[in-house]
T-cell receptor, first 113, second 115 residues
């Protein structure tokens, strides 16, 4: 797993767009970038995944610059139910990560009314 | 409901006890994972089982012992745990060979408290 750095927390209001940037300077050629969402007392849930450029699905968009050293998860028009912790995961083969198999700290997003 | 179930959902045990956590996936996936999530710490991958390989995080102490009898069932055997092992233990599965690029489907977790 490539080491990732995300902001610890972000506040937003209903209806706004939330952008969370994840830094992964030592991303490897075969690594993919995956974002997960986690609510309290639940397991993480897949949101979106990408390798390069832009990916969009019904929930979010993922922007990845050409150097792939960072990525930005964009949540359009958030609602109160989007309050959660968002994790950026960068990797390919688990074995290649050795004993540094962590997701990263995640970003706690609080959506206010 | 993600198709991954974990039992028990809550567990309290003493440091001398032996217990096991169980995970079952109903998705036909080939890989299964154990994660540990402690308060205010990153989600830590403990073990991966797949058709291709078994991966262990070298920092996981030997008092945690995984078992994967088939691709649908995964166990985590616990013995002589320490209070710092109290955490949420999450199981996940993915369709392929256990690569981290695969979408993982997580269970609800087992909340473990070691006294």
């Amino acid at each position: 797993l490539a080491k990732t750095t995300q902001p610890i927390s972000m506040d937003s209001y209903e209806g706004q767009e939330v952008n969370i940037t994840c830094s992964h300077n030592n991303i490897a050629t075969n690594d993919y970038i995956t974002w997960y969402q986690q609510f309290p007392s639940q397991g993480p849930r897949f949101i979106i995944q990408g390798y390069k450029t832009k990916v969009t699905n019904e929930v979010a968009s993922l922007f990845i610059p050409a150097d792939r050293k960072s990525s930005t998860l964009s949540l359009p028009r958030v609602s109160l139910s989007d309050t959660a912790v968002y994790y950026c995961l960068v990797g390919d083969k688990a074995k290649a990560a050795g004993n540094k198999l962590t997701f990263g700290g995640g970003t706690r997003v609080l959506v206010k009314p | 409901e993600t198709g991954v179930t974990q039992t028990p959902r809550h567990l309290v045990m003493g440091m001398t006890n032996k217990k096991s956590l169980k995970c079952e996936q109903h998705l036909g996936h080939n890989a299964m994972y154990w994660y540990k999530q402690s308060a205010k710490k990153p989600l830590e991958l403990m073990f991966v089982y797949s058709l291709e390989e078994r991966v262990e995080n070298n920092s996981v102490p030997s008092r945690f012992s995984p078992e994967c009898p088939n691709s649908s069932h995964l166990f985590l055997h616990l013995h002589t745990l320490q209070p710092e092992d109290s955490a949420l233990y999450l199981c996940a599965s993915s369709p392929g060979g256990g690569r981290l690029r695969e979408t993982q489907y997580f269970g609800p977790g087992t909340r473990l408290l070691v006294l």
